[in-house]
């Protein structure tokens, strides 16, 4: 029984290693993102794994590194938490309702060349997609 999942499936590894391919010849950087199967909230635990990358285990055997980004503030946060960041702090000085920086940690699931496991805490902005250092006293209060 044809279900389309094989077909898709193929597609995405025939799609991953063509790309790999071309650049490694190319001697050029890329990065893929993928999305994640529903297993992570099944399990209870947010804390996806390589096999959680969907459509294709592909993905995991041609990638050099796995990262996952994982949020620290797994509630919402409350205005103290928020106005800790100035890039949430409105033009009125108040904390944003919804933050735009908020601290994660990288789960370094797979590295070729290198170290895995989970990085120290940084501030990602979601806006501008840039990550940042947090000041000492920042990571202390976030663990």
């Known amino acids: 029984i044809n279900n389309g999942l094989s ?36 399990r209870g635990e947010y804390r996806p794994q390589l096999s959680d990358l969907r459509d294709s285990g592909t993905l995991e055997q041609d990638a050099t590194k796995v990262l996952f980004p994982i949020p620290i503030w797994q509630d919402t946060p409350g205005p103290q938490q928020i106005a800790r960041f100035r890039d949430n702090i409105g033009p009125d000085g108040r904390p944003l309702q919804i933050p735009v920086a908020v601290p994660i940690r990288i789960d370094v699931a797979k590295n070729r060349n290198g170290a895995s496991g989970m990085t120290e805490p940084v501030l990602w902005n979601k806006a501008t997609g840039k990550y940042s250092t947090l000041a000492r006293e920042d990571v202390q209060n976030e663990q």
Do not use: M
């Not at 391919?21 to 050029?28: A, D, S």
């Open 7 to 42: 077909g898709r499936n193929d597609d995405v590894s025939a799609s991953s290693s063509q790309l790999r391919n071309v650049c490694l010849q190319l001697r050029v950087p890329h990065l893929i993102a993928a999305q994640l199967n529903r297993e992570v909230e099944r």
